[in-house]
């Protein structure tokens, strides 16, 4: 699986869209974008995914560039209980585990 | 609650110890994941069950671990002779199919190897 390129902290204000970007510029083909979060003690929590088209649930939007070397999470409206290392994961589509780096802090401020 | 559970959430050993995890799934996923997470990382993939067949182990996994998921529901992670390197949160998560997306991860259990 690719490896992805994330900054390890952010700060955003509580409200304020919270945008967290990931680079993945050796992504196959194949390979799927996805995002998921870990709140303080609690185990990963799945957000979002995609391939190549931006995607949007009731949690966020992942957009992706049309190149797919980039890709950006977007809280709409972040709020305290956002606050958690969000993590970037690049995943064919036969692979069963997932690789999970270092990941962002998100913290947001009230 | 319908989630993933684990037990114990905590644990506190000496080193030489063995330890045992249990997880459960949610009911219907037939897919079962083991991870270790250390203190400011992100959690490592340890083995991986279909059913109750363990069909990828990592490298991570010594000999002193086993993982088991005998009728295929829920699984144990054993560490024998436990060290202290050891000492992390071992996570537990489920999915249903082949084609899904998403795992649901249980809340761990933290292991701490004295």
């Known amino acids: 699986d690719a490896k992805t390129t994330q900054p390890p902290s952010m700060d955003c204000a509580e409200g304020r869209a919270a945008n967290l970007p990931c680079n993945h510029s050796t992504i196959s083909g194949n390979e799927y974008v996805y995002w998921y979060r870990q709140i303080h003690s609690q185990g990963p929590q799945y957000i979002i995914h995609g391939l190549k088209n931006n995607e949007t649930n009731e949690m966020a939007s992942l957009i992706i560039t049309e190149d797919r070397k980039s890709s950006t999470l977007i809280l709409p409206h972040a709020t305290l209980r956002d606050t958690a290392v969000y993590y970037c994961i690049v995943r064919s589509g036969s692979a069963r585990q997932l690789t999970f780096g270092s990941g962002t802090q998100l913290t947001v401020l009230p | 609650d319908t989630g993933v559970s684990q037990d114990p959430r905590h644990k506190i050993t000496k080193r030489g110890q063995n330890v045992t995890f249990r997880c459960d799934p949610i009911s219907e996923h037939n897919r079962l994941y083991w991870y270790r997470q250390t203190l400011g990382q992100g959690p490592e993939f340890l083995t991986y069950f279909q059913n109750e067949a363990q069909l990828e182990k990592s490298r991570l996994l010594s000999d002193r671990f086993s993982a088991e998921r005998p009728k295929g529901s829920f699984s144990t992670l054993e560490i024998q002779r436990t060290e202290q390197g050891d000492s992390a949160m071992y996570l537990c998560?489920?999915?249903?199919?082949?084609?899904?997306?998403?795992?649901?991860f249980g809340p761990g259990t933290r292991l701490t190897v004295l």
């Open positions: 998560a489920s999915s249903l199919g082949v084609q899904s997306n998403e795992q649901f």
